[in-house]
């Protein structure tokens, strides 16, 4: 499937949202703003979304859904997360909850949920406990042997849909020992328990997504089949981890919502503001301070959309571009929305103004997704164990260039997601970072001289890097400090590597707004360097250009993007 498809398929889904958008219909930002300030569950919206099918989404094309790559997935949550975050996440949690069946389940267990899945079944995902956070492994739950199945006791906390969705995916302790064997997941269909089996916890009040089922589930005695559990005994934790490489990356998806809803409202607001006898938008300072977010939008999203399709072809590399990505987008997204809604003044944080309040719901929204599935400084850690193999691949000098070439050409079509290729390490590194050296070559045969020069610094500084990576040593007491530096300056790294990927594999249309003149990746680079604390290439200063560009456009939702204008896209 390439790009062009999946952006087919979120057109036709963003024209039935804008029809939905109308008075009373089940979009309307009046009706969601009212439904928000009461903590109530968008039920109107998500129905609709189910009787659209998009739960065929959540499921892989071999058995039966649309799930053919992670880009189609993506492009679909985006554009939910774009009319308004608190729907996205209640509806996409089904994608989160069915990922361990998919990735570990036999056939008979994949086939029946697809099927439920596609009828409008809902399943959450059962992972955390009261007082254990992000430590899954010392979770309590239980699930023992009896005759002829298992016997779940215990409680899960804090679960999207938990009282909503008919399926639960529980991760389980099997073995009274626990440990990295001693865990499994089992799938509980919850209309099959009898009475008092299964006890559903109140709903949380949330700063953001108010109106979402954020609650938790009780089981007393749950019996179920031998078939409900997925994959081999005591393989719940390498199931876990490969799921997350999946749903990590998917999830930053929500974040790129949130900034195609954000910058234009800001962008509006800016453009029609007076103050002090001109426009908001002509004073220098505020033009600086809107291209320095937009560049950081661009750039989140020149990570996730190479880390999305990379998941196809490169997949054993995925625990690592996953880490980096979870950590990156919703971090960076969340920074330029602070930047916008400093912008905006007191109306960013008002209820009733600017669109029913929509750009202070989607801000409160937002931060959760930097904290669900692997919060950012899990994440960060879980790339600060791979930097030994990291130092390691770049000192090889190699990378999966064909891999990486389809990846990052985003009119090529790709192989279907093989979640059996899915591992716990990556051997082979990074073939975005170490690809690095190569780009910048290019980049200085190819020009333009300023992005040449950009490469260049960039391929010096991953040089630097890796060298403290191999350095590095662990101590007793756990990762340091300036490990975690260490893991941030990957990510910007890698995030230059990303866009210079994205800009040489892919040709723009005529008239391609954001690629004229190469300018979203003149924005990106120059994001990185200034962020990693480094000499920007001489010349005009490219958030300016960013900027001039944003008020000479009637810019809509969904617009902003380096997808506009692709051949082939």
């Known amino acids: 499937m390439t790009t062009s498809a999946t952006r087919a398929d979120a057109a036709a889904l963003d024209a039935l949202l804008t029809r939905a958008c109308g008075p009373g219909g089940a979009f309307d930002p009046a009706e969601l703003a009212r439904l928000d300030e009461a903590e109530e569950f968008p039920r109107a919206a998500h129905r609709l979304l189910t009787e659209a099918g998009l739960g065929a989404h959540y499921v892989p094309a071999r058995h039966g859904g649309l799930l053919h790559g992670l880009d189609g997935a993506m492009a679909a949550l985006r554009t939910v997360a774009r009319r308004d975050l608190t729907v996205a996440i209640a509806h996409g949690k089904t994608f989160l909850g069915a990922m361990p069946v998919w990735v570990a389940g036999d056939e008979q267990q994949a086939e029946a949920l697809s ?12 992972l955390t406990e009261r007082g254990t956070g992000s430590d ?73 997504i108010r109106g979402a089922d954020i609650s938790g589930i009780t089981f007393h005695g749950a019996r179920v089949p031998d078939t409900a559990l997925v994959g081999p005994a005591g393989s719940g934790f390498e199931v876990l ?10 999830a930053t998806s929500l974040s790129l919502g949130a900034a195609d809803r954000a910058l234009p409202i800001a962008v509006r607001f800016l453009a029609d503001r007076r103050l002090y006898g001109q426009r908001l938008a002509d004073l220098p300072r505020i033009r600086r301070a809107l291209g320095e977010a937009a560049s950081g939008i661009l750039l989140a999203e020149a990570v996730a959309v190479l880390a999305g399709r990379s998941a196809q072809t490169l997949t054993r590399e995925l625990a690592v571009t996953s880490a980096v990505t979870k950590a990156f987008v919703p971090t960076t997204v969340q920074r330029s929305v602070d930047a916008l809604a400093e912008l905006l003044g007191v109306r960013g944080f008002l209820t009733g103004v600017l669109e029913h309040g929509a750009f202070a719901k989607l801000d409160r929204d937002h931060r959760i997704v930097a904290v669900f599935d692997g919060s950012t400084a899990v994440n960060r850690h879980a790339l600060i164990t791979a930097f030994p193999l990291l130092a390691r691949a770049h000192a090889r000098g190699t990378h999966d260039g064909p891999g990486l070439r389809t990846a990052a050409s985003l009119g090529a079509a790709q192989p279907p997601l093989d979640l059996g290729r899915l591992t716990l390490t990556s051997g082979g590194g990074s073939s975005v970072v170490q690809s690095l050296e190569e780009a910048a070559s290019l980049a200085a045969r190819r020009g333009p001289g300023d992005i040449a020069a950009a490469a260049r610094a960039l391929a010096q ?5 890796h060298e403290e990576i191999a350095a590095y040593r662990e101590s007793a007491k756990g990762a340091s400090a300036a490990a975690f530096e260490l893991a941030k300056r990957y990510e910007l790294v890698f995030a230059g590597a990303a866009s210079l990927a994205l800009w040489q594999h892919n040709e723009p249309a005529p008239g391609a707004r954001w690629w004229r003149d190469a300018l979203w990746v003149r924005a990106c680079l120059a994001t990185v360097l200034r962020r990693l604390g480094l000499e920007t290439p001489a010349g005009p200063d490219a958030r300016d250009l960013l900027c001039e560009a944003l008020f000479s456009a009637d810019l809509a939702e969904g617009e902003f993007s380096l997808l506009s204008g692709l051949e082939g896209s």
Not at 115 to 126: K, N, P, S, T
Not at 461 to 465: F, I, P, Q
């Open 115 to 126: 099927r439920d899945i596609r009828a409008g079944a809902e399943v959450c995902w059962a």
């Open 136 to 208: 899954l492994l010392a979770g309590r739950l239980n699930a023992r042997p009896v005759a002829g199945g298992l016997e779940l006791d215990g409680e899960k906390w804090l679960i999207n849909n938990a009282t909503r969705a008919r399926f639960a995916c529980v991760l389980a302790r099997t073995a009274p020992e626990g440990g990295p064997r001693g865990f499994g997941f089992v799938l509980v269909d919850k209309n099959t328990l009898p009475e008092g089996a299964c006890r559903p916890l109140p709903k949380e009040a949330t700063h953001g």
């Open 241 to 250: 981890l490969k799921s997350l490489q999946v749903t990590r990356t998917c």
């Open 461 to 465: 500084e991953s040089a630097r890097l």
